[in-house]
């Protein structure tokens, strides 16, 4: 037997089309946004992104997988966000400014399902409980390294909880009420006596 022959008969794994990929997950995003991440279900989300639900298993592997990736390519460089701060009216402005951008700005979208991700890893043994976590402790602790750049905050660790944990429950409130106005007015309340 010509193994020779053998072995370059074999198919080959097509490579991945990386503006593809990027293209998918951007559209998952905007996907669960609108539709929801309860009832997720890999045969629709491919039939809404006008491809096979094999070819999502091809690129991501599971249908978790595919949305932690996806919430990646939508997180906001918060090194940039807190970066080169010399005072508490500078944070609280930026802490605003983030707030706005969440709320209506480019973030918006990718907020709505990232509030779906954090509750859904609650469950015990969730499939999101890692990302989730890590999600956190990124947020919270760049916003630590931020607050201690200013000798007016105390325990800036707490401070930074405070205000990741506090703007994501009004973020949840508002999304859930239709509320902009209050929850407007409570965002700038929890700034402003966080970080004074």
Same mark, same amino acid.
Request: net charge negative; proline share 4%.
């Given at each position: 037997?010509? +193994? ?9 794994? !097509? ?7 990027? @293209? ?10 609108? #539709? =929801?991440?309860?009832? $997720? ?7 809404? $992104?006008?491809?096979? &639900? ?6 991501? =592997? /599971?249908?978790? @997988? ?5 919430? *990646? ?5 918060? +090194? ?10 500078? $944070? ?5 400014? %983030? ?5 209506? =700005? /480019?973030?918006?979208? &990718? ?7 954090? =509750? *859904? ?16 402790? +990124? %947020? ?9 750049? $200013? @000798? /007016?905050?105390? @325990?800036?660790?707490?401070?930074? /909880? ?5 703007? #994501?429950?009004?973020?949840?409130? !508002? ?6 106005? #209050? +929850?407007? !007015?409570?965002?700038? #309340? ?5 970080? !004074?």
């Amino acid at each position: 037997m010509d +193994t020779c022959s053998v072995r370059y008969s074999q198919p080959m794994a !097509r490579p991945l089309d990386h503006a593809k990929r990027a @293209e998918i997950l951007d559209a998952v995003v905007r996907y669960i946004a609108e #539709r =929801g991440l309860a009832d $997720l279900s890999l045969r629709p989300l491919a039939a809404a $992104l006008g491809t096979s &639900s094999r070819m999502l298993i091809y690129y991501f =592997g /599971t249908k978790e @997988e595919l949305l932690v990736q996806a919430l *990646a390519t939508h997180r906001p460089d918060l +090194t940039a966000v807190f970066a080169d701060l010399d005072d508490a009216a500078a $944070l609280r402005g930026r802490l605003w400014d %983030f707030w706005r951008s969440n709320t209506t =700005g /480019t973030g918006a979208v &990718s907020v709505r399902v990232m509030l779906q991700v954090l =509750g *859904a890893a609650c469950a015990p043994h969730g499939p999101y409980a890692g990302y989730a976590d890590d999600a956190i402790a +990124t %947020f919270v602790g760049t916003l630590t390294a931020g607050l201690r750049t $200013l @000798e /007016t905050v105390d @325990e800036p660790d707490v401070v930074a /909880t405070l205000l990741v944990s506090g703007l #994501r429950g009004i973020l949840q409130d !508002r999304l859930v009420t239709g509320d902009i106005e #209050r +929850t407007d !007015r409570a965002a700038r #309340r929890l700034i402003d006596q966080a970080v !004074r």
